[in-house]
């Protein structure tokens, strides 16, 4: 059974920063799509950083260039550095993981995490 767990988030002030960890367990895919989501209350959830098995990285464009998406493969660890931190990044920032590629709907990630919270003040 795969097991996401998401560690990391806070509170900072605005131009801050947070790395935020996803500890992965059970994972059994050759080849798959890791990605950072996130979603605040009354809002869609959106995808923020994707990582492949092949070590390739895409990002939402208002995050590129502050946001990092990176994974240690001998800890199973996918992690999310954000730097330049801005209030509308506030969040529940979640890891999720499927099987294939980085493409296709949200509903193509049957593994979740529970969350951690991103809280950005101005």
């Not at 002030?13 to 935020?20: C, M, T, V």
């Not at 990285?57 to 931190?85: C, E, H, P, W």
Request: glycine content about 14%; charged content about 15%.
């Amino acid at each position: 059974q795969v097991e996401l767990v998401e560690s990391g988030g806070g509170s900072v002030q605005a131009g801050g920063s947070l790395r935020l960890s996803c500890a992965a367990s059970g994972v059994r895919y050759s080849t798959y799509c890791m990605g950072w989501f996130r979603q605040v209350p009354g809002k869609e959830r959106e995808g923020v950083a994707f990582f492949t098995s092949e070590g390739g990285t895409s990002y939402k464009d208002s995050v590129k260039g502050r946001f990092a998406i990176s994974r240690d493969n001998a800890k199973n660890v996918l992690y999310l550095q954000m730097n330049s931190l801005k209030p509308e990044d506030t969040a529940w920032y979640h890891c999720a993981i499927r099987s294939g590629w980085c493409v296709g709907p949200m509903t193509l990630y049957p593994y979740w995490g529970q969350g951690t919270q991103v809280i950005v003040s101005s």
